[in-house]
């Protein structure tokens, strides 16, 4: 029935093609190679192309959908983000550090989609350690928005966000530590999802700051976000902070009424900050929902101008430890002709890092030392109590909150790199939901000046499967989800 090409369709309809033998995995996957080769000169959008191991694996997903015994992931190909270890295959997590990294396992994510009989077609590019808001802290360089080529698509997931809005693959994975999944799907008009703390494992993914660090799929429907969900969540004994909590079927709810379900607006999210035009369109996707059947109502969130300072003490904090293991010893960038084990550790760390996470291993460091720990570290551990109670509260009178996912469309590309703080402040509506460990969705809600808007919702812990069907109920009412840039359609 639907005849679009294969790079516009979402999963459900290609897994249905599959299953029907309209084409082949290895058709499809050959597909997006193709348009890889075609497009990817501008995007940027993959530090590695799998061509070889793809057209294997879709082979194999061929004779398993011959036999029947395919799942519904099957023969569908996926990028992933390049902070996943890929047994065999380079995993550089954007880093002249891990440059030459050939990872000996596989994250269990990956185990998980090679289960499902998914076809990986490469590794998508992002910030160097997944610090930064537009993927310009890429030692590749910077991935590119499809929807205008001169501004960022958004970081640090933007080689996802990119590649799935350019329709160079049909499903991509993030991760969001403040807001890496959902500032980068708002950038590029596609639907991203991060998941409570702990839903998916973080086994084999490349730690930045392990109490924020979360997986999650960029799709173009909420539909596509759910059927990963389905294949990927759940506990994972190699990973102490995956959670046992039970994994229902996603898709089960997806089509429930919304009448009634009550959403909270965020008063301190919709100040002066936010543009007005982006304000405007917002009202529009609200307006969307309440026809559903939604009730409105306005919530405080108190300690909100808290979120990104706070955040930028713990995450450093974290970050200075977690990539203290880099030390040209055991693997990753070695500097030339070390004259002694401290010129090793010095110039190996001094080479292999680039600008901003030297800047975030340095104030990390600082605020863990003897004299200001208890000063900003135990103060800021503190605040992120202060912050998750007020989601908490708010919980009390509503199911879930509504708000933008960023408070401008995609910036230039140079236009923030020398003036971090400005850069920091593009996520100041997502980060407080990772300080708070809670589920948060950002869907197409619309275009500002030609450029793509997301709205959020943000669910109580473990309530993805409400995330997904107001997201899903959202997107039978609107079409923003199935606008593709016109240079790539
Ligand atoms: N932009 C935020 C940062 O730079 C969030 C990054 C992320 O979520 N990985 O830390």
């Not at 995956?242 to 008063?267: A, F, M, R």
């Amino acid at each position: 029935m639907s005849q679009s090409p294969l790079h516009q369709q979402t999963l459900s309809q290609l897994a249905s093609g599959l299953h029907k033998k309209s084409f082949s995995s290895v058709e499809l996957t050959s597909h997006f190679l193709d348009r890889i080769k075609q497009y990817d000169n501008q995007l940027n959008s993959y530090i590695t192309v799998c061509d070889k191991t793809a057209l294997a694996q879709a082979k194999a997903a061929d004779e398993r959908l011959a036999q029947g015994n395919a799942g519904p992931l099957t023969g569908i190909p996926i990028g992933q983000k390049d902070i996943f270890c890929t047994q065999g295959i380079k995993t550089s997590c954007g880093s002249k550090m891990l440059d030459n990294f050939i990872a000996p396992y596989s994250a269990t994510l990956i185990e998980k989609c090679d289960t499902a009989g998914m076809v990986m077609l490469g590794k998508l590019n992002m910030d160097e350690f997944a610090m930064g808001s537009s993927t310009e802290n890429s030692f590749y360089g910077p991935s590119k928005n499809p929807w205008d080529e001169n501004t960022v698509p958004g970081g640090s997931s933007g080689g996802s966000a990119a590649a799935v809005a350019g329709g160079l693959c049909p499903i991509a994975t993030g991760t969001d530590t403040g807001g890496s999944i959902r500032q980068p799907a708002s950038f590029c008009g596609i639907t991203g999802l991060k998941p409570t703390y702990g839903r998916i494992s973080r086994y084999g993914m490349i730690a930045f700051a392990s109490s924020f660090d979360q997986a999650g799929p960029m799709t173009r429907t909420a539909e596509d976000a759910a059927l990963f969900l389905n294949a990927v969540a759940g506990f994972d004994p190699k990973d102490s902070t995956s959670c046992e909590e039970p994994v229902p079927d996603y898709t089960q709810t997806l089509n429930d009424s919304i009448e009634g379900l009550t959403l909270g607006l965020p008063k301190e999210y919709f100040t002066d900050d936010l543009d007005s035009s982006i304000a405007t369109t917002l009202n529009d996707a609200i307006e969307a929902l309440k026809k559903l059947g939604a009730k409105v109502k306005e919530v405080s969130l108190p300690h909100t101008d808290y979120a990104v300072p706070t955040y930028y003490i713990l995450a450093l904090a974290e970050c200075s430890s977690n990539l203290s293991r880099y030390d040209g010893v055991r693997f990753g960038y070695r500097c030339e002709n070390p004259k002694n084990l401290t010129d090793l550790y010095e110039r190996s760390r001094g080479e292999g890092f680039a600008d901003e996470v030297k800047r975030r291993i340095m104030l990390g460091t600082y605020t863990l030392s003897a004299g200001y720990y208890d000063a900003y570290y135990l103060k800021a551990q503190k605040v992120r109590r202060l912050i998750a109670q007020d989601f908490h509260k708010a919980f009390a009178d509503v199911d879930m909150l509504v708000c933008p996912t960023s408070p401008t469309t995609a910036f230039g590309l140079g236009e923030k790199t020398s003036d971090p703080i400005s850069m920091y402040l593009s996520d100041i509506y997502t980060i407080a939901v990772n300080l708070a460990g809670l589920p948060g969705m950002s869907i197409p809600a619309g275009f500002v000046n030609e450029k793509p808007i997301g709205l959020q919702l943000i669910g109580q812990h473990f309530q993805e499967s409400k995330l997904l069907n107001v997201g899903h109920q959202f997107q039978t009412v609107t079409d923003w989800h199935s606008n593709m840039p016109a240079n790539y359609r």
